[in-house]
Protein backbone atom coordinates (compact mmCIF):
# COMPACT_ATOMS: atom_id res chain seq x y z
CA UNK A 1 0.00 0.00 0.00
CA UNK A 2 1.95 2.75 -1.26
CA UNK A 3 2.22 6.11 0.29
CA UNK A 4 0.93 4.92 3.86
CA UNK A 5 3.39 4.88 7.05
CA UNK A 6 2.42 1.60 8.35
CA UNK A 7 0.89 -1.76 6.62
CA UNK A 8 -0.16 -4.84 8.16
CA UNK A 9 -2.73 -7.03 6.74
CA UNK A 10 -5.36 -7.47 8.42
CA UNK A 11 -8.77 -9.63 9.03
CA UNK A 12 -11.79 -8.25 9.24
CA UNK A 13 -13.47 -7.63 13.03
CA UNK A 14 -16.79 -9.44 12.25
CA UNK A 15 -17.61 -13.51 11.42
CA UNK A 16 -19.45 -13.44 7.74
CA UNK A 17 -19.19 -11.20 4.69
CA UNK A 18 -18.88 -7.62 6.12
CA UNK A 19 -21.73 -5.11 5.49
CA UNK A 20 -20.40 -1.55 5.58
CA UNK A 21 -23.06 0.93 6.61
CA UNK A 22 -20.71 3.76 7.24
CA UNK A 23 -17.95 5.24 4.82
CA UNK A 24 -13.87 6.33 6.07
CA UNK A 25 -13.80 10.05 5.42
CA UNK A 26 -17.43 10.80 4.69
CA UNK A 27 -18.77 14.16 6.43
CA UNK A 28 -20.68 13.26 9.90
CA UNK A 29 -22.00 17.27 10.83
CA UNK A 30 -18.93 19.01 11.03
CA UNK A 31 -16.14 16.80 10.76
CA UNK A 32 -15.46 13.57 8.75
CA UNK A 33 -15.64 9.50 10.00
CA UNK A 34 -12.79 8.22 11.14
CA UNK A 35 -13.29 4.65 10.37
CA UNK A 36 -15.61 2.34 8.91
CA UNK A 37 -19.26 1.31 10.49
CA UNK A 38 -20.05 -2.52 9.97
CA UNK A 39 -23.94 -3.71 10.59
CA UNK A 40 -24.51 -6.25 13.04
CA UNK A 41 -28.11 -6.53 11.89
CA UNK A 42 -29.72 -4.35 14.78
CA UNK A 43 -28.26 -7.18 17.03
CA UNK A 44 -27.45 -6.39 20.63
CA UNK A 45 -24.92 -8.37 22.84
CA UNK A 46 -25.14 -11.36 20.64
CA UNK A 47 -22.82 -10.62 17.82
CA UNK A 48 -18.94 -10.84 18.74
CA UNK A 49 -15.74 -8.21 17.58
CA UNK A 50 -12.53 -10.05 16.93
CA UNK A 51 -9.53 -8.78 17.49
CA UNK A 52 -8.03 -7.77 13.51
CA UNK A 53 -4.60 -8.90 14.53
CA UNK A 54 -2.28 -10.13 16.63
CA UNK A 55 -1.51 -7.47 19.37
CA UNK A 56 -2.61 -6.55 22.86
CA UNK A 57 -5.32 -4.44 24.41
CA UNK A 58 -3.34 -1.33 25.59
CA UNK A 59 -6.46 1.02 26.44
CA UNK A 60 -9.78 0.32 27.15
CA UNK A 61 -12.50 2.73 27.92
CA UNK A 62 -16.16 3.35 29.25
CA UNK A 63 -18.20 7.14 28.39
CA UNK A 64 -21.69 7.88 27.91
CA UNK A 65 -20.93 9.59 24.52
CA UNK A 66 -18.20 8.99 21.84
CA UNK A 67 -17.04 5.30 21.24
CA UNK A 68 -19.15 4.50 24.50
CA UNK A 69 -17.62 1.10 25.13
CA UNK A 70 -14.32 1.11 23.29
CA UNK A 71 -11.40 -1.64 22.62
CA UNK A 72 -8.14 -0.12 21.25
CA UNK A 73 -5.47 -2.84 20.46
CA UNK A 74 -1.87 -2.42 19.12
CA UNK A 75 -0.17 -4.30 16.71
CA UNK A 76 3.31 -4.81 15.26
CA UNK A 77 4.69 -1.55 14.21
CA UNK A 78 2.43 -0.06 16.06
CA UNK A 79 -0.59 0.14 14.06
CA UNK A 80 -3.71 0.48 16.09
CA UNK A 81 -6.88 -0.84 15.76
CA UNK A 82 -10.31 0.49 17.10
CA UNK A 83 -13.60 -0.93 18.31
CA UNK A 84 -16.36 0.96 18.80
CA UNK A 85 -20.22 1.16 20.27
CA UNK A 86 -19.69 -2.23 22.30
CA UNK A 87 -22.18 -4.02 24.25
CA UNK A 88 -19.66 -5.17 26.83
CA UNK A 89 -16.16 -6.46 26.93
CA UNK A 90 -15.20 -9.95 26.85
CA UNK A 91 -14.43 -11.34 30.37
CA UNK A 92 -10.87 -10.10 30.67
CA UNK A 93 -12.04 -6.59 29.70
CA UNK A 94 -15.12 -6.86 32.20
CA UNK A 95 -13.06 -7.86 34.86
CA UNK A 96 -10.64 -4.45 34.32
CA UNK A 97 -13.87 -2.65 34.16
CA UNK A 98 -15.57 -3.54 37.01
CA UNK A 99 -12.66 -2.88 39.22
CA UNK A 100 -12.17 0.02 38.09
CA UNK A 101 -16.06 1.41 38.64
CA UNK A 102 -15.98 0.05 41.97
CA UNK A 103 -12.86 1.52 43.21
CA UNK A 104 -13.68 4.96 41.55
CA UNK A 105 -17.53 4.57 42.12
CA UNK A 106 -18.31 5.81 38.56
CA UNK A 107 -19.27 4.53 35.08
CA UNK A 108 -16.89 6.24 32.86
CA UNK A 109 -13.33 4.79 33.53
CA UNK A 110 -10.05 4.43 31.29
CA UNK A 111 -7.06 2.25 31.49
CA UNK A 112 -4.01 1.95 29.58
CA UNK A 113 -2.76 -1.25 29.63
CA UNK A 114 1.14 -3.12 29.70
CA UNK A 115 1.87 -5.37 26.62
CA UNK A 116 1.18 -8.33 28.48
CA UNK A 117 -1.96 -7.29 30.37
CA UNK A 118 -4.36 -8.72 27.82
CA UNK A 119 -2.72 -10.18 24.69
CA UNK A 120 -4.55 -11.07 21.73
CA UNK A 121 -4.67 -13.37 18.53
CA UNK A 122 -6.56 -12.77 15.24
CA UNK A 123 -9.70 -13.66 15.70
CA UNK A 124 -9.90 -13.26 19.51
CA UNK A 125 -13.01 -12.09 20.68
CA UNK A 126 -12.75 -8.58 22.37
CA UNK A 127 -16.34 -8.25 22.87
CA UNK A 128 -20.25 -8.03 21.35
CA UNK A 129 -21.16 -5.45 19.48
CA UNK A 130 -23.61 -2.91 20.40
CA UNK A 131 -24.59 0.48 20.51
CA UNK A 132 -22.91 2.26 23.14
CA UNK A 133 -22.24 6.32 23.45
CA UNK A 134 -22.73 8.11 20.73
CA UNK A 135 -25.03 5.58 18.59
CA UNK A 136 -28.16 5.64 16.55
CA UNK A 137 -28.38 2.02 15.96
CA UNK A 138 -26.78 -0.99 16.91
CA UNK A 139 -23.51 -1.29 14.65
CA UNK A 140 -19.78 -1.71 15.32
CA UNK A 141 -17.59 1.23 14.30
CA UNK A 142 -13.46 0.24 13.42
CA UNK A 143 -11.06 2.68 13.14
CA UNK A 144 -7.24 2.07 11.93
CA UNK A 145 -4.66 4.13 13.05
CA UNK A 146 -0.78 4.50 12.74
CA UNK A 147 2.07 4.85 15.44
CA UNK A 148 1.47 8.19 15.66
CA UNK A 149 -2.46 7.72 16.49
CA UNK A 150 -3.74 9.45 13.26
CA UNK A 151 -6.45 7.53 11.46
CA UNK A 152 -5.79 5.46 8.67
CA UNK A 153 -8.52 4.10 5.61
CA UNK A 154 -9.21 0.84 7.08
CA UNK A 155 -10.38 -0.74 3.96
CA UNK A 156 -6.20 -0.68 2.96
CA UNK A 157 -5.78 -2.64 5.46
CA UNK A 158 -8.46 -5.57 5.20
CA UNK A 159 -8.92 -8.19 2.72
CA UNK A 160 -10.43 -7.19 -0.23
CA UNK A 161 -14.44 -6.53 -0.51
CA UNK A 162 -16.23 -7.45 -3.63
CA UNK A 163 -19.08 -4.65 -4.39
CA UNK A 164 -21.72 -6.02 -6.69
CA UNK A 165 -24.25 -3.57 -6.14
CA UNK A 166 -24.47 -0.29 -7.91
CA UNK A 167 -24.59 3.13 -6.14
CA UNK A 168 -28.15 4.30 -5.69
CA UNK A 169 -28.67 8.10 -6.38
CA UNK A 170 -31.60 10.29 -4.66
CA UNK A 171 -30.44 13.95 -5.54
CA UNK A 172 -27.96 15.95 -7.10
CA UNK A 173 -26.79 19.85 -6.44
CA UNK A 174 -25.70 22.18 -9.67
CA UNK A 175 -24.08 25.03 -8.24
CA UNK A 176 -23.35 27.62 -10.38
CA UNK A 177 -19.51 28.10 -11.10
CA UNK A 178 -19.39 31.97 -12.02
CA UNK A 179 -22.13 34.50 -10.80
CA UNK A 180 -23.32 34.65 -14.38
CA UNK A 181 -23.48 31.06 -14.47
CA UNK A 182 -27.87 30.02 -15.21
CA UNK A 183 -30.00 26.77 -14.68
CA UNK A 184 -32.83 27.95 -16.27
CA UNK A 185 -32.90 31.47 -15.39
CA UNK A 186 -31.38 30.73 -11.97
CA UNK A 187 -28.06 31.55 -10.92
CA UNK A 188 -28.50 30.20 -7.24
CA UNK A 189 -27.57 26.48 -6.04
CA UNK A 190 -30.22 24.12 -6.65
CA UNK A 191 -31.22 20.21 -5.88
CA UNK A 192 -32.90 18.16 -8.17
CA UNK A 193 -34.05 14.72 -6.90
CA UNK A 194 -34.02 11.97 -9.03
CA UNK A 195 -36.49 9.04 -10.34
CA UNK A 196 -35.30 5.69 -11.32
CA UNK A 197 -36.29 4.82 -14.54
CA UNK A 198 -34.05 1.69 -15.52
CA UNK A 199 -31.82 -1.00 -13.03
CA UNK A 200 -29.97 -3.96 -14.53
CA UNK A 201 -27.22 -5.70 -13.30
CA UNK A 202 -24.63 -2.90 -15.52
CA UNK A 203 -26.56 0.72 -15.24
CA UNK A 204 -29.09 2.62 -13.70
CA UNK A 205 -30.90 5.15 -15.52
CA UNK A 206 -32.38 8.53 -13.97
CA UNK A 207 -34.76 11.23 -14.61
Not at 117 to 142: C, E, M, Q, R
Not at 168 to 180: E, G, N
Request: hydrophobic share 35%.
Amino acid sequence: MKGLLVWLQLAWPLHGPPALTGSYGEIRGTTFHTGIDLSVGEKIGTVPVLAAGNGYVYRIRVSHTGFGKVVYVRHRNGLVTVYGHLSHFAPKGETIVRALQAAQHRFEVEKYLSPTDWIVKAGDTLGWAGNSGYSFGPHLHFEVRGSDERTLPPLAYLPPREDTQPPVFFRVVVVPLRATSLREGWSERTRLRLRQVKVSSSERLYV
